[in-house]
């Protein structure tokens, strides 16, 4: 059974500042998503990774993928308050169904 | 519509009744899939279609819930016989086509509460 575990579970941040957030998946698996989900609001598709050390960029966030050690980050840079929000990774799986970890929430105090 | 559409957004019901949860998928996405989300167990997928394939079930927590999809396109979730612990947020997402790498967008939701 694929297990998806995030850490940390809760962040808070002052702006400016640099974080990574942790995304460790149990079995084998070729496809790896980032969602952000803001308050009372559905998710929001922010990365996919594909392949082994496949980065991408986005503004102040940026993921990698490193398929041997099941393991992605979303690395958060000179964080601004717009960037508060919870953030999912989802690894996939069997008929296309995903597997969510538990969210980290994140704050960014001024 | 340009995104994925769900109704109703909010549906508070008794113990015992039956609810219909409804999806539209993005035009022209032939993947189709349910998740819920709760404050004990985050989100979990529940019930996948792909075009006029079976669907993939091996989600749905009780034989209380079932789906369906007509003609490719909406769906419809049913819960019978609610219970507290269906209380949830129940998501709907679609995908272009069946492909594993093609990314699922998600609905508004539909936040469910059984009193």
């Known amino acids: 059974e694929l297990k998806v575990e995030q850490n940390p579970l809760f962040l808070s941040m002052q702006e400016g500042k640099n974080y990574t957030i942790y995304c460790n998946y149990s079995?084998?698996?070729?496809?790896l998503y980032w969602y952000r989900q803001d308050p009372g609001k559905s998710l929001e598709s922010l990365f996919v990774?594909?392949?082994?050390?496949a980065v991408k960029q986005e503004g102040r966030l940026m993921a990698s993928l490193d398929t041997k050690a099941r393991l992605s980050t979303l690395h958060i840079t000179a964080a601004v308050h717009d960037l508060s929000a919870t953030y999912f990774c989802?690894?996939?799986?069997?008929?296309?169904?995903?597997?969510f970890g538990g969210g980290t929430r994140l704050m960014v105090k001024p | 519509g340009a995104g994925v559409s769900q109704s109703p957004s909010n549906k508070v019901t008794e113990k015992g009744k039956d609810v219909e949860l409804r999806c539209d998928p993005i035009?022209?996405?032939?993947?189709l899939y349910w998740y819920r989300q709760s404050l004990g167990q985050g989100l979990e997928f529940l019930i996948y279609?792909?075009?006029?394939?079976?669907?993939?079930k091996s989600g749905l927590p009780s034989d209380r819930f079932s789906a369906e999809r007509t003609g490719g396109s909406v769906s419809t979730l049913t819960i019978q016989r609610t219970q507290q612990e269906d209380s949830a947020v129940y998501l709907c997402?679609?995908?272009?086509?069946?492909?594993?790498?093609?990314?699922?967008?998600f609905g508004p939701g539909t936040r469910l509460t059984v009193l």
């Open positions: 997402a679609s995908s272009r086509q069946w492909s594993s790498t093609d990314t699922q967008y």
């Open positions: 079995t084998t698996s070729d496809r």
């Open positions: 990774l594909l392949s082994n050390g």
């Open positions: 989802a690894v996939g799986g069997g008929s296309n169904m995903l597997t």
């Open positions: 035009s022209g996405h032939t993947a």
């Open positions: 279609f792909q075009g006029n394939s079976a669907p993939d």
